[in-house]
């Protein structure tokens, strides 16, 4: 009973306890925190952050109040929402017109640059056509005699790389004592290499020109032997010319050397119609006036130098370490450059054996595919001249890199297929500019498929190829090469034994062709390659720095 009454006297008491609480008034709100408060430490007071909200507060929605925001918030969210799209839209926007000036720059740098290359084969079509309008004899010892001057010349490019590599990186650092010291060295090593081709020239010719015509073919080796004597004199004039042009180019200057070379081609062919069709000189007044017109080119080089604040008659005597240097960016050039021309040569070698009409086919086809890829070397130029500063220089920038490359890839593609479809084009639909023999014919045409294909790409190898070369990425791309040379041979090999077959011959060029711009472009579009790893190679351009 007592239990019942408690409990009785308890339910009374809780109407007049509500009642209390909702008559007791509610304590004030708490002052809001002052600007004092916010800096604690000013009063010696506890850096201590107040506690968060509860996870009550932070779901209004749970206690029915509304979770839209204010008018003002929803409309500063949709400004800065529409600021970012716009952002968005402006960055978008700025990378199309970086890559189209980009191009446009690239354009610039390229066009005299590819006079540079076509100036030399200029000069030796010049020496004949004038030689071939006097003597057939004359003609058939200038193509050894050509061979003997110009591919020897050819083994000496990795000074030009060298020198255009080199002086691009001192300048991006803002290195002109550097880039006038690397010059200087470089001319010397040029000198050094032109007396010695001289002497070589002067003292071996015979026997090279002999092992390369055969012993039978005496009145050729003589007349073949002549000219190379003479032009034997230009040796040195011609690799210095070579490391001014390079260092020109180096410094993103292009004019000066085609200026250059355009004056010496036209000396070459107001000498080679005087000496050859005035005066009747023969081969020996083409090779006079070849001679000539190099010295002169290699004279406006140095002078072009010269106009840039640059020494160029300066010569300076390398010590061993620098020797080492530029042995390490040369060595592999090197290795790279005569695995492609010993590629060429074993195709042609492999050609030999499938006898005189396939041969004859063969080598329509490979001069016309030599003049359709000098197009693509400018871009390899421009790489090495502008990438340096991007990759190693104080601004450097590694998203412009990118940027050029992009650039590089795009002109590579429309000048293949632009290229590819005219020097296909030509041998297709007009084979008797060439040969009136349909056998020989027959054989151009049974390669075009293959021939085009390996043109196409080309342009786009050389970028990629350029690239790396401004990276100094050699090792790399020494390997490479020298890989894609071991398995082509083997596949050239292969087909000799097992087909003899020139169109295989030629597909197997075109897959020596893909896997170096897939190999490439692999290395350059991986996460630790050049173009996106920011301390790739920085070891070494501070070493060669601090030298």
């Not at 204010?70 to 700025?94: K, L, N």
Request: include cysteine; hydrophobic fraction near 50%; glycine fraction near 8%.
């Amino acid at each position: 009973m007592s239990a019942h009454l408690r409990l009785l006297s308890a339910a009374a008491a809780l109407p007049a306890a509500a009642s209390l609480r909702r008559a007791r008034p509610l304590p004030p709100a708490p002052p809001l925190p002052s600007a004092r408060l916010h800096a604690p430490h000013r009063r010696g007071l506890s850096t201590r952050a107040p506690p968060l909200p509860s996870a009550r507060l932070l779901a209004p929605h749970r206690r029915g109040l509304s979770t839209r925001a204010p008018a003002r918030v929803r409309c500063a969210a949709a400004a800065d929402g529409g600021e970012r799209e716009a952002a968005a839209v402006e960055a978008i926007a700025a990378e199309g017109a970086g890559i189209w000036a980009q191009m446009r720059d690239v354009l610039v740098f390229a066009g005299p640059a590819l006079g540079l290359w076509i100036c030399g084969p200029l000069m030796s079509l010049i020496d004949t056509m004038v030689i071939g309008q006097t003597s057939s004899l004359q003609l058939a010892a200038l193509g050894p005699g050509t061979v003997f001057c110009d591919y020897l010349c050819y083994i000496f490019m990795f000074l030009s790389v060298a020198t255009s590599n080199m002086v691009a990186t001192s300048l991006a650092n803002k290195d002109e004592e550097l880039a006038q010291h690397q010059v200087s060295m470089l001319l010397f090593l040029a000198l050094t290499f032109g007396i010695g081709m001289f002497f070589f020239t002067r003292i071996l010719g015979v026997q090279v020109l002999t092992a390369f015509t055969g012993s039978k073919n005496h009145e050729i080796i003589s007349a073949a032997n002549t000219y190379a004597q003479i032009r034997g004199f230009a040796w040195p004039a011609v690799l210095v010319g070579l490391v001014a042009q390079s260092a020109s180019l180096g410094m993103k200057d292009s004019w000066g050397p085609l200026k250059a070379l355009a004056a010496a081609s036209v000396i070459n062919a107001v000498g080679d119609i005087f000496l050859c069709s005035v005066c009747g000189y023969g081969i020996a007044g083409a090779a006079w006036a070849t001679m000539v017109s190099q010295i002169v080119a290699a004279f406006m080089m140095m002078q072009n130098l010269n106009s840039r604040g640059f020494r160029a008659f300066s010569f300076t005597i390398p010590s061993t370490r620098e020797l080492l240097q530029i042995f390490e960016i040369a060595a592999p050039v090197f290795v790279t450059m005569t695995s492609k021309v010993a590629f060429y040569a074993l195709l042609t070698y492999f050609a030999t054996s499938m006898g005189a009409i396939t041969l004859a086919g063969h080598q329509v086809m490979v001069n016309m595919l030599c003049m359709c890829t000098v197009w693509g070397e400018p871009l390899s130029q421009t790489a090495q001249s502008f990438m340096p500063e991007m990759i190693y220089g104080a601004n450097r920038n590694l998203m412009k890199a990118r940027m050029l490359l992009k650039s590089l890839v795009i002109i590579g593609a429309i000048a293949g297929l632009t290229v590819g479809t005219a020097g296909t084009i030509v041998p297709w639909l007009f084979p008797s500019m060439f040969t009136n023999d349909q056998m020989v014919v027959q054989q151009m045409h049974k390669v075009l498929i293959p021939y085009f294909t390996a043109l196409f790409v080309t342009p786009s190898v050389h970028s990629l190829e350029g690239a790396l070369l401004a990276g100094r990425d050699l090792t790399y791309l020494s390997q490479s090469m020298g890989a894609c040379f071991c398995v082509g041979t083997f596949l050239l090999l292969l087909v000799r034994e097992k087909f003899s077959s020139l169109t295989l011959c030629w597909w197997v060029l075109v897959f020596f062709q893909w896997s170096r711009f897939g190999s490439a472009l692999q290395r350059l579009v991986s996460p630790t390659g050049m173009l996106y790893n920011e301390n790739f190679n920085q070891p070494e351009q501070v070493k060669m720095k601090a030298t």
